[in-house]
């Protein structure tokens, strides 16, 4: 199973990096992220270079895509031609955004009647897009999911992981990635979060 984290230019790197890196916890039980970019290289919006792992165009076969926020997004939904990049089908495939990244939902017209999590810089642009902005880090409903705070990225990859492998592959990539003398808070609050996005407004 294949994870493609979309990283435009001007990504925030907790969003890319925490998402990918937790899933990728997960290689040797065959799940597996790869940061995937418009062009070869992107720079971060402080400025860190990064080269993609695989090009736009690997969207189309991946099992999970997440889509990364960062400065430019609004820049990302107004070019046509780079959101025609991204003919993702939720029938088939589970697709999260994080904060700003619900934008790209919306213009993809993926969040219909859904209601969506972002950050608060963008609530205001995902609002005037007439989608419902929660109070809440995540929420999911069928295969699409959004999350909002760049800490709430691990909300995001527990899900794809709960999903994809179980909840108990969950709690071990948490676990093991708790702060000391956290483990079971911080493993715990994940799946909180995951469950309670899962069931919110139901």
């Known amino acids: 199973m294949q994870v493609a984290v979309v990283t435009f230019d001007g990504f925030n790197e907790l969003d890319s990096f925490i998402a990918s890196a937790l899933i990728n916890r997960c290689r040797k039980d065959g799940l597996e992220a790869f940061i995937t970019t418009p062009t070869p290289v992107v720079t971060s919006m402080n400025g860190i270079e990064v080269s993609g792992q695989r090009p736009m165009e690997f969207v189309t076969e991946a099992d999970v895509v997440l889509i990364g926020s960062g400065v430019k997004t609004r820049d990302v939904v107004a070019d046509d ?98 702060p000391v003398g956290e483990n079971q808070e911080t493993v715990e609050r994940a799946l909180r979060a995951v469950h309670a996005g899962e069931l919110a407004l139901r």
């Open 81 to 178: 031609r780079l959101i025609s990049r991204l003919p993702l089908d939720a029938s088939r495939q589970l697709i999260g955004a994080q904060c700003s990244g619900a934008l790209v939902l919306a213009r993809l017209g993926l969040l219909k009647d859904m209601p969506a999590c972002t950050d608060m810089k963008s609530r205001p642009f995902v609002e005037a897009l007439d989608v419902t902005v929660l109070d809440a880090p995540f929420y999911a409903e069928g295969n699409i999911a959004t999350a909002g705070g760049c800490l709430a990225s691990q909300y995001l990859a527990t899900w794809v992981i709960t999903r994809t492998l179980g909840e108990d592959a969950a709690r071990d990539v948490i676990d093991y990635v708790a």
